[in-house]
């Protein structure tokens, strides 16, 4: 779908961008990936629309599959074994700088190796995006601030939301708050999926899998309640404002912080004697029992609370006691580049494709900018 995870039909039509989208999906079916497709146009899906619809839940059309944590490992090696006779891999390779030099651009490594290229596609991703910013700034290009989105990681067991999950898989729900009138979305849903702790930067925040495989499953359902957040004047800096939410709960609970809802409705903070009365029994045992309303901003923690009540709606159980809340998840989306149809920016020869040109925010429209850049990068060296 065009509907969610990037921006790219701002840059090209619909129909380009879902083409190059099922492009991207038949080079991941080609090297392993299921065919099976969950989609919202089935009756069923169609029926949960409308119900959703009756509480102000918007459920995003677009069809759908599930690779699995493991499949997608292997997925990714069957590519790589494709590619690695064609082109130079080098892995853990930190890149410090790009510059303009004779006509191309001079890449720094943090080993002390230039690369020189005449052509550039930079996909440094969401860990790089601050980096990128920086980089795209002393190049001279002019960047437009993105938003960031805060939020936290709900837990809960998977036969709340099986109603759903069985029939579109991952469901897309937007709802805007009554209080505030701000946008709140899921995000990531993982049937019978694990809560993992990941690194951006040095700062631990929190994210969500599932497995393919049945036997690796667990019995609860977890998914991410994102409320996103734009700035203008005088503070424009999301990137740092995402991280500065990030670092509290890491300088609170030494990294991940969870707590139940109840506990967070009450105003109580969930410590360990009250993490083992929960019936919900957490998939990431690392996490810290703790009080979200320390780390999170009042009017986030407002959005995701009426959000869990009209989730509790449609998927009864969705708002009760012992259902589990990780903070913070942070989702960074680099500062935006002025780019034209084919992702370059300005500069000639200089490409920006992914998460981290700020173009998208998923898996689907990130390989497809980056098929659009070299495709176009492919046509000048004919």
Known sequence: TTA?????????????????????????????????????????????????????????????????????LMILQNIYEDLKEKLEFRFNTSATNIEKADGGYLITLKNGDELFCNY????????????????????????????????????????VFEHITNVVYESKLIYRTKQYGDQVRTFCMNPYGHVVAENVEG???????????????????NFALLVSNRFTQPFNEPYRYGKHIASLSNLLAGGVLVQRFGDLVDGKRT????????????TLTAAVPGDLSLTLPKRQLDNIIEMIYQLDKIAP????????????????????????????????????AGDGAGVTRGLAQAGASGVQAARAISERLK
Not at 134 to 149: A, F, I, M, P, S
Not at 204 to 215: E, F, I, K, Q, R
Not at 271 to 282: G, I
Request: aromatic content about 8%.
């Open 4 to 72: 969610f995870g990037g921006w790219l039909t701002d840059f090209m039509d619909p129909g380009t961008v879902m083409n190059l989208i099922e492009y991207v999906d038949s080079i991941n079916v080609a090297h392993g990936a299921t065919e099976e497709v969950y989609s919202t146009e089935t009756a069923e899906a169609k029926a949960l629309a409308r119900r959703a619809l009756g509480y102000d839940l918007h459920l995003l059309q677009a069809r759908c599959k599930h690779l699995g944590t493991e499949k997608n």
């Open 120 to 159: 550039l596609l930079a996909a440094p991703g969401r860990s790089g995006a601050e980096w990128f910013s920086d980089v795209c700034k002393n190049l001279g290009l002019h960047l437009l601030n993105n938003q960031v989105d805060v939020g936290v990681r709900v837990e809960l067991p998977a036969t």
């Open 203 to 221: 700062i631990n925040t929190v994210n969500g899998h599932s497995y393919a495989d049945p036997a690796l499953r667990s019995e609860n359902t």
């Open 271 to 282: 410590n360990e004697h009250r993490m083992k009365q929960s019936t919900v029994r957490p």
């Open 317 to 352: 159980g969705t708002a009760n006691y012992d259902t589990l809340l990780y903070g913070a998840e942070v989702k960074f989306y680099s500062a935006r580049l002025e780019l034209d149809e084919n992702l370059e920016t300005k500069l000639p020869g200089f490409f920006a």
